[in-house]
T-cell receptor, first 118, second 112 residues
Framework: DTAVSQTPKYLVTQMGNDKSIKCEQNLGHDTMYWYKQDSKKFLKIMFSYNNKELIINETVPNRFSPKSPDKAHLNLHINSLELGDSAVYFCASSQGTGSTSGRAHEQYFGPGTRLTVT | AQSVTQPDIHITVSEGASLELRCNYS??????LFWYVQSPGQGLQLLLKYFSGDTLVQGIKGFEAEFKRSQSSFNLRKPSVHWSDAAEYFC??????????FGGGTRLMVKP
């Protein structure tokens, strides 16, 4: 009955490789997010999708490409991995959109994927 | 632009002692405020939230937080800390576009 799940939990790969992280939520939410947490625990939004459409795209290298096959899934594909991509990546979801709704900001997080690039 | 500051990077308290974690935010409108907890190797769990109304909000695990508009603060409190509360705590503010802006986190350590 996991609400937001991510696979894999750990990912170790070499520079230059291409890798994907998958995220699924069974909460019925229509908005999903990717966050990056660096080694100092700082959390930063990367992308947000609502009903399979991109609504937030922060300053992220275009080597990162999110893909949402349906509103329950948001995958993150990373090309040409670099050492600086090493981090923990979190998927999250929330219900609804619009800044007038507090509930639209109430986000539920997955367990994270620790990516190590060597 | 919105921002969240958690002034204390680390806090150590004795088990059974009271706890207060500070959070200050900068946001032009009425904020939506959240506290999350991250245990080692885990994801973020929502502790409590403030949308409107009563400025003292109750959350899970015995935590509460008080919204003080005049001080732009949303401090987290617990009257008696348990060893299992040792974790990283994040304050966040919700803003336009459904984004959450997080503070830098406060690591809580609990002494036996």
């Amino acid at each position: 009955d996991t609400a937001v799940s991510q696979t894999p939990k750990y990912l170790v790969t070499q520079m230059g490789n291409d890798k994907s992280i998958k995220c699924e939520q069974n909460l019925g939410h229509d908005t999903m997010y990717w966050y990056k947490q660096d080694s100092k625990k700082f959390l930063k939004i990367m992308f947000s999708y609502n009903n399979k459409e991109l609504i937030i795209n922060e300053t992220v290298p275009n080597r990162f490409s999110p893909k949402s096959p349906d509103k329950a899934h948001l995958n993150l594909h990373i090309n040409s991995l670099e050492l600086g991509d090493s981090a923990v990546y979190f998927c999250a979801s929330s219900q609804g959109t619009g800044s007038t709704s507090g509930r639209a900001h109430e986000q539920y997080f997955g367990p994270g994927t620790r990516l190590t690039v060597t | 632009a919105q921002s969240v500051t958690q002034p204390d990077i680390h806090i150590t308290v004795s088990e059974g002692a009271s706890l207060e974690l500070r959070c200050n935010y900068s946001y032009g409108a009425t904020p939506y405020l959240f506290w999350y907890v991250q245990s080692p190797g885990q994801g973020l769990q929502l502790l409590l939230k403030y949308f409107s109304g009563d400025t003292l909000v109750q959350g899970i695990k015995g935590f509460e937080a008080e919204f003080k508009r005049s001080q732009s603060s949303f401090n987290l409190r617990k009257p008696s800390v348990h060893w299992s509360d040792a974790a990283e705590y994040f304050c966040a503010v919700g803003n336009a576009g459904n984004m959450l802006t997080f503070g830098g986190g406060t690591r809580l350590m609990v002494k036996p």
